[in-house]
């Protein structure tokens, strides 16, 4: 079946340490997004990538990183510099590369704690 | 620069009501509308989304959108809830340009009950 995993489900975390979110798609997408979910705040994009090699910082990147080696990975890594990291985790995936809509499909994501 | 306003954060309706879930948006550009529902610990999943031509979009569980234009809104509805339908639901939008991330509103949750 074609579609997101996102590993692991629950996480977490001590303060100070840095964590790493897994985020797989076999879809053959293009373009992939990493958003985080707090309650009443609806989705904020963290970063992006259109190809491979490639990312984009989003509206709140600070305190995170990526790496896009692959075309169907793209892991997230949430340093101890990111001042309040407890929230949900959402990864998402699109065709890209050819202008016209793309619709947004996301994994079930990883809410991570720090304890 | 793109927003997306959710003029509602809950709407409680009984079971078999009509519910409205509204969204306005504001872009100086032409966009395409999208709408999301997302079950308690769940990702996002596609309900419709607008892209052009008809301004009354169908999509699935028996959810409908209207895209209107002057008015930069893009409603939800349903005729008749289940309880089933109880979930947050999310208003988005995006540019014409290919890869491009989604602007999100910050949800309504909708409580349907008995």
């Known amino acids: 079946d074609g579609g997101i995993t996102q590993s692991p489900k629950y996480l977490f975390r001590k303060e100070g340490q840095n964590v790493t979110l897994s985020c797989e798609q076999n879809?053959?997408?293009?373009?992939m997004y990493w958003y985080r979910q707090d309650p009443g705040q609806g989705l904020r994009l963290i970063y992006y990538?259109?190809?491979?090699?490639?990312?984009q910082k989003g509206d709140i990147a600070e305190g995170y990183s990526v790496s896009r080696e692959k075309k169907e990975s793209f892991p997230l890594t949430v340093t101890s510099a990111q001042k309040n990291p407890t929230a949900f985790y959402l990864c998402a995936s699109s065709m890209a590369g050819n202008p016209g809509p793309d619709t947004q499909y996301f994994g079930p994501g990883t809410r991570l704690t720090v304890l | 620069a793109q927003s997306v306003t959710q003029l509602d954060s809950q709407v409680p309706v009984f079971e078999e009501a009509p519910v409205e879930l509204r969204c306005n948006y504001s872009s100086s550009v032409s966009v395409y509308l999208f709408w999301y529902v997302q079950y308690p610990n769940q990702g996002l999943q596609l309900l419709l989304k607008?892209?052009?031509?008809?301004?009354l979009v169908k999509g699935i569980n028996g959810f409908e959108a209207e895209f209107n234009k002057s008015q930069t809104s893009f409603h939800l509805r349903k005729p008749s809830v289940h309880i089933s339908d109880t979930a947050e639901y999310f208003c988005?939008?995006?540019?014409?340009?290919?890869?491009?991330?989604?602007?999100f509103g910050k949800g309504t949750t909708l409580s349907v009950s008995s």
């Open positions: 990538s259109q190809i491979v090699n490639d990312f």
């Open positions: 607008y892209l052009s031509g008809s301004t």
């Open positions: 879809l053959n997408h293009d373009a």
């Open positions: 988005a939008v995006s540019d014409h340009q290919a890869g491009t991330a989604l602007i």
